[in-house]
Each structure stands twice: as structure tokens, then as C-alpha cells.
């Protein structure tokens, strides 16, 4: 299994809601990324996770709140977002190794934010 | 001014050209990776290359990395539609803490 899934697939919310947006993978990875792209753009790191502590945070906004309950999975909690938040959301996996492992990418969230 | 700068920025060609994509820094890289992505899908990995001078293969992809590590390209010979996409290079740098850095990427359209 050398998939890294996201869910879900869409999501739009308003500027008051509260929502969360979900990654898994099963390859044994230890090194999980949270990545934002606007269209046409290449993606921007905003957290690593490595060992399920955060060892990076790109300097992004408290309304966004990253977390990994295990090896296996990564979320990302959404809360008073703006409209300029809406892009892509990339979830990846390495295995451990962050300049030298190639990454995995899931399919990515589109996320609207009204 | 970008960590890694990749070029063209977009490329429209027949099918059954050859074509360039390269991926230019001024910091020695410790690995190289190339991505392809597809609208509104993740980045696939195609490639990672590692050692100064490598050449790697991917059925009518071409890959190298510079002697110095510090420049790669992506060639692509008799492209095809099915090519069409968003081409990424990404490098992991020492001195900016071994984080991956995507280049601006190349937009590839090859019209049959």
C-alpha cells in the first residue's frame, strides 16, 4: 500500500464554522506534512510532523491547528478561517528522513471558504 | 528570489516533440525530487536523484542532476498528450533546515 489518503475530497465552510480535514497512510511512514497550494502555484509547507511531535511550522495562523493522533494519521483542524484560505490541501508522508525521502502525496482537499 | 528556480514557466507543444524542463539553484541540494501533478489531484512522484552527476530513466523521461548538485532537468522525448501537467522540482537544502522547496513549477500542454 503506497497511498496516502485524504478526506475529504471537498469542503466548503463558512467563516464561523468548524471543521477538520483528515489524512491516513499505511506505508510505515514517520515523517507527515501538512501542505497549502493555491492554483497554478507550487505547494507551500505549513507543518511537519515527525515521530507524531510537530518539528515545523511555517509561521501559519493559530485558526489552523494540526494533529496526529498516531503514526498512521494526521488532521487538520479548521476554525475561523478566511476566504484567502481557500486552496488545496496536500497531506504527504516520507518515511523518515526529511531531505532525503521522497514524499508521498495524497489527492488533496479542495477547500472553499465562503 | 525563489530558493529554486525552475524554467519555463509554461510550454505548449506538438505532439512528438522533445522538450526541456530545468530547475537552477545557487545552494548545493541534498536530493533532488521531480513531481507531476494533474488538476485538482497531489503531486506523484516521478523521480529522486541524489548524487552529483546522476542520470535516471523513466520510459521517455530523462532526468540529471548537476555534477554540483546544484541544478537538475527533466527531458522529455516524443511527448504526448498524456504528458500534459504541472511539472515540479523540488529540493531539500541544508541550510534551510533539510525542508523540501518546490520550484514555481512548469506547466506542460502537448496538443496532439
Known amino acids: 500500500d503506497t497511498e496516502v489518503t485524504q478526506t475529504p475530497k471537498h469542503l466548503v465552510m463558512g467563516m464561523t464554522n468548524k471543521k477538520s480535514l483528515k489524512c491516513e497512510q499505511h506505508?510505515?511512514?514517520?515523517?507527515m506534512y501538512w501542505y497549502k497550494q493555491k492554483a497554478k502555484k507550487p505547494p507551500e509547507l505549513m507543518f511537519v510532523?515527525?515521530?507524531?511531535?510537530?518539528?515545523i511550522n511555517e509561521s501559519v495562523p493559530s485558526r489552523f491547528s494540526p494533529e496526529c493522533p498516531n503514526s498512521s494519521l494526521l488532521n487538520l483542524h479548521l476554525h475561523a478561517l478566511q476566504p484567502e484560505d481557500s486552496a488545496l490541501y496536500l497531506c504527504?508522508?516520507?518515511?523518515?528522513?526529511?531531505?532525503?525521502?521522497?514524499?508521498?502525496f495524497g489527492p488533496g482537499t479542495r477547500l472553499t471558504v465562503l | 528570489t525563489q530558493l529554486l528556480e525552475q524554467s519555463p514557466q509554461f510550454l505548449s507543444i506538438q505532439e512528438g516533440e522533445n522538450l526541456t524542463v530545468y530547475c537552477n539553484s545557487s545552494?548545493?541540494?541534498?536530493?533532488l525530487q521531480w513531481y507531476r501533478q494533474e488538476p485538482g489531484e497531489g503531486p506523484v512522484l516521478l523521480v529522486t536523484v541524489v548524487t552529483g552527476g546522476e542520470v535516471k530513466k523513466l520510459k521517455r523521461l530523462t532526468f540529471q542532476f548537476g555534477d554540483a548538485r546544484k541544478d537538475s532537468s527533466l527531458h522529455i522525448t516524443a511527448a504526448q498528450p498524456g504528458d500534459t501537467g504541472l511539472y515540479l522540482c523540488?529540493?531539500?537544502?541544508?541550510?534551510?533546515?533539510?525542508?523540501?522547496?518546490f520550484g514555481a513549477g512548469t506547466i506542460l500542454r502537448v496538443k496532439s
Open positions: 510532523y515527525s515521530y507524531e511531535k510537530l518539528s
Open positions: 506505508m510505515g511512514h514517520r515523517a
Open positions: 504527504a508522508s516520507s518515511q523518515d528522513n526529511i531531505y532525503r525521502d521522497p514524499f508521498f
Open positions: 545552494s548545493v541540494f541534498s536530493s
Open positions: 523540488a529540493g531539500a537544502v541544508l541550510e534551510y533546515g533539510n525542508k523540501l522547496v
